[in-house]
């Protein structure tokens, strides 16, 4: 069975000096203070410590190969999107890891796909790239859950969206910039807390905000299994309901008229959750996902999914069928 992780995460190896190129702090570099190890760095600032796992294309492939995963897509880390950047600068930016990004899709194009990143902050520099990842090669971008915390369903970025969808790229919404993060810093709890809330606040802006409605050929995936938005998609429909005055006032679509018509990985940690996703979203709608290689993620790549006794038709969609749907691939280009 193919086996296909959606959900990864890579850096180059060197990173340039952008605060000395920009002329302003805040960007990412990286500290190779010992053989296949650095700290990623944020000016003086220490960000967190990475394996070479992170950058070393091969290593991937071996780790991958120890849970039967042939195929990984490629995305940035979060903290790289640069969204907080001068225009300009963020394109410089999503340039340089975009060619990077494929330069490996094409040494390994059995292995690998690329999603890209893109200037979020500058909608006419954004849609520059888009066509330019088209023509690259890469098969979507990957995009925060909130760009310098405005929801995204402001007009600003709809064409970017709606740029996606002509193009055929499909997105990953990845939630980032984590809301309250400065109120809660203690016990991990932006990434605990903060990050499922973030999911749900991207999925109910882009719903309630229309641009689902409106961009129905957009192929969104909200990863780390769609956040805290699924699990509340009662209370969420209960608020539309009963205060359409302040839910109703862009889209007067039920919330939950769009469950399986986007899809979220399967990044639950608990068979019991994904038991109920899969009620709400089906099969195909729910891709095999990892957040390699950090800690948070399930580093065991679906091995919980294999002991569930599901039927093997669902685990062939979780395991590779969505997500060649969701990136309008075949499974013949990775046999």
């Known amino acids: 069975m193919l086996k296909i992780d959606m ?46 796992n992170c950058w070393d294309p091969k290593v991937r492939i071996n780790e991958y190969l120890e849970f039967d995963t042939q195929v990984q897509v490629i995305c940035t880390i979060p903290v790289l999107f640069s969204y907080w950047a001068k225009p ?24 690998y796909v690329g999603l890209g990143t893109v200037p979020m902050q500058d909608a006419e520099l954004a849609i520059k790239e888009l066509h330019r990842i088209k023509e690259m090669g890469l098969v979507g971008i990957q995009i925060g859950s909130n760009i ?3 929801n995204l369903n402001e007009d600003e970025f709809f064409p970017i969206f709606e740029a996606c969808s ?14 309250g993060k400065k109120h809660m810093e203690q016990y991990w709890l932006p990434w605990l807390v903060g990050m499922p809330a ?17 961009l129905p050929g957009l192929r969104l995936n909200f990863v780390h299994s769609g956040g805290s938005f699924l699990p509340t998609i009662g209370r969420v429909e209960h608020g539309f309901n009963c205060r359409p005055d302040l839910v109703a006032v862009d889209n007067p679509i039920n919330p939950r008229e769009y469950l399986g018509k986007f899809w979220v990985d399967c990044i639950t940690h608990d068979p019991l959750m994904l038991e109920y996703i899969l009620k709400v979203q089906g099969s195909k709608r729910i891709t095999l996902g990892s957040d390699y ?5 399930d580093l065991e790549i679906g091995k919980f999914i294999t002991e569930m006794n599901l039927d093997e038709s669902v685990v062939e969609d979780i395991f590779c069928n969505s997500t060649l749907e969701w990136l309008n691939l075949t499974k013949e280009q990775f046999l």
């Open 148 to 150: 310098n915390n405005k």
């Open 7 to 52: 959900h990864t995460h890579l850096m180059p190896e060197q990173m340039p000096r952008w605060s000395e190129k920009f002329g302003y702090g805040g960007f990412i570099h990286l500290d190779h203070h010992r053989k296949g190890w650095a700290r990623m760095m944020q000016d003086s600032k220490f960000f967190r410590e990475i394996n070479e």
């Open 88 to 111: 300009k600068d963020g394109l410089q930016i999503s340039e340089f890891l975009n060619d990077h990004i494929a330069e490996i899709v094409h040494k390994y194009p059995k292995q």
């Open 293 to 297: 290689p950090f800690p948070l993620g």
């Open 198 to 214: 973030e999911t749900s606040r991207a999925m109910c802006s882009m719903i309630f905000g229309g641009v689902l409605e409106k």
């Open 166 to 179: 002509k193009l055929g790229l499909a997105v990953m919404v990845h939630p980032w910039n984590m809301m």
